[in-house]
């Protein structure tokens, strides 16, 4: 048996299967990574995306913002494969739900649920439960959240108000002000996806981390954890990550090649 099919069959066994996913999964789609060689914080000023500055500057971030997301999110970014590779898992009841470090809504969008429709309730973005589960442990640009009331709305319509100057654009029901819901530079990850993202790899089966280079943490944990718990770990990327020698399967390919090629393998 070759490691795609074995890998494949830890897949289609396991009662719980959970992905971890990371910048690597979207630099396919040309959403350059935060950190690294070519990483975004090497061009802009991470004090700017403090959530301090939000509080003293909200103008200002809002600005800036704008200009960081037209670098990060060009009009023509879409899922790739890799993303369409875990969606068709989910659909098919053989992922359980994906763990993202990505504020890029990608995997939603894959998924078919795009995140960032009016009046999300909270409730619903890290706690719902189902095939297409999806836990944001940064956020999602996608959407915006009022500091005041904590409402959530798409963040299309604030950063078109920001853009034709009204700086920063406010909450419409309680004037506070917007911010991407995101994690910023001194915030805390939101507990509530923190502890589904603890609860989901402790009880998986498998744990497949694709494109995470597993550096930052609580994510970096997150496969000892499931490990720990006795999940088969897969691990694809294309450079070395901690866990790779705790990891039953390795593969060091491209997640737009590897992970078609499993999906395939799992669903044949
Ligand atoms: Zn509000």
Redesign the pocket.
């Known amino acids: 048996m070759d490691d795609v099919t074995a890998a494949a069959e830890a897949l289609r066994m396991a009662s719980t299967a959970v992905a971890l996913t990371g910048a690597g999964i979207s630099a396919p789609s040309g959403v350059p990574p935060f950190r690294g060689e070519e990483g975004i914080w090497n061009e802009y000023d991470p004090d700017a995306f403090h959530a301090r500055r939000v509080r003293r500057d909200p103008g200002g971030f809002w600005e800036d913002w704008l200009d960081l997301r037209a670098d990060l999110f060009d009009a023509e970014v879409a899922p790739n494969p890799a993303h369409h590779a875990l969606a068709d898992l989910s659909d098919a009841g053989r992922l359980d739900a994906v763990v993202t470090q990505n504020i890029d809504g990608l995997h939603q969008e894959a998924a078919g649920s795009v995140a960032g429709s009016d009046d999300i309730e909270s409730a619903d973005l890290a706690t719902d439960a189902g095939a297409d589960e999806v836990v944001e442990l940064h956020g999602n640009g996608r959407r915006a959240v009022?500091r005041?009331?904590?409402?959530t709305v798409s963040a299309e319509e604030p950063r078109e108000r920001a853009r034709a100057g009204e700086l920063p654009p406010r909450?419409e029901?309680?004037?506070?002000v917007l911010e991407p819901d995101a994690v910023l530079f001194g915030e805390r990850l939101p507990a509530d996806a923190l502890a589904r993202a603890e609860r989901l790899a402790e009880d998986s089966e498998a744990f497949l981390v694709a494109g995470s280079s597993l550096t930052v943490e609580p994510a970096a944990s997150l496969p000892t954890r499931a490990a720990r718990g006795g999940a088969t770990l897969l691990v694809v990327d294309l450079k070395p990550t901690p866990v790779d020698s705790r990891a039953d399967y390795v593969f060091r390919e491209d997640v737009t090649d590897a992970l078609p090629a499993l999906r395939d393998a799992v669903l044949e």
């Open positions: 009022c005041d009331c904590g409402r909450c029901s309680c004037d506070g």
